[in-house]
């Protein structure tokens, strides 16, 4: 199992990596856009990366090479809130294919996926951290090279606990 602590730390076996939060830290997520890291015990679902970026990704999970029209629905009101979505200027989203690096690698959490309820948060991701591990806006995120060491360790069943 993977831990990440309020602390800032995530770890898994024997490694220790640092990581960024969310802004307003690790407790229940109320809504979208609360900047929370959700508590809980979740599911690694599969791992979106930028094949232009990253050359061998090894992982036993599902992989998914993120193409330049690809976003995650953030839309309250869409009935593909909370999933991953072709781009459209009418569905609010974010871009999966951005210029930063923060998602050449995106590792999907199941947290409100199954069931989805509307306004409880979406893109609840493990990536790659910006600069001095800036805050998120509830997302975990990694240095970019320990994020493939991860990735690369963990296997099917793997869960993540936060908090």
């Not at 024997?14 to 109320?30: P, V």
């Not at 993120?66 to 974010?94: A, F, L, P, T």
């Not at 805050?135 to 240095?143: E, M, N, Y």
Request: aromatic share 10%.
């Amino acid at each position: 199992m993977i831990i990440v602590k309020k602390s800032g730390y995530l770890n898994y076996k024997n490694f220790k990596f640092r990581c960024a939060l969310g802004k307003n830290g690790i407790r229940q997520k109320e809504s979208e856009g609360d900047f929370v890291t959700p508590k809980g015990k979740y599911k690694i679902i599969k791992i979106y990366y930028r094949a232009d970026r990253i050359k061998k990704i090894h992982s036993p999970l599902k992989k998914i090479k993120i193409k330049k029209n690809m976003g995650w629905c953030d839309d309250v009101n869409s009935k593909y809130y909370n999933k991953q979505i072709k781009i459209n200027k009418k569905i609010s989203h974010e871009k999966l294919y951005r210029k930063d690096n923060v998602y050449d690698i995106v590792v999907v959490l199941n947290y409100n996926i199954n069931p989805i309820i509307k306004g409880k948060g979406s893109a609840i991701f493990l990536h790659v951290a910006k600069k001095n591990y800036k805050k998120t806006q509830g997302c975990i995120a990694l240095k970019k090279s320990e994020l493939l060491n991860l990735v690369s360790k963990i296997k099917k069943n793997t869960q993540i606990k936060i908090g």
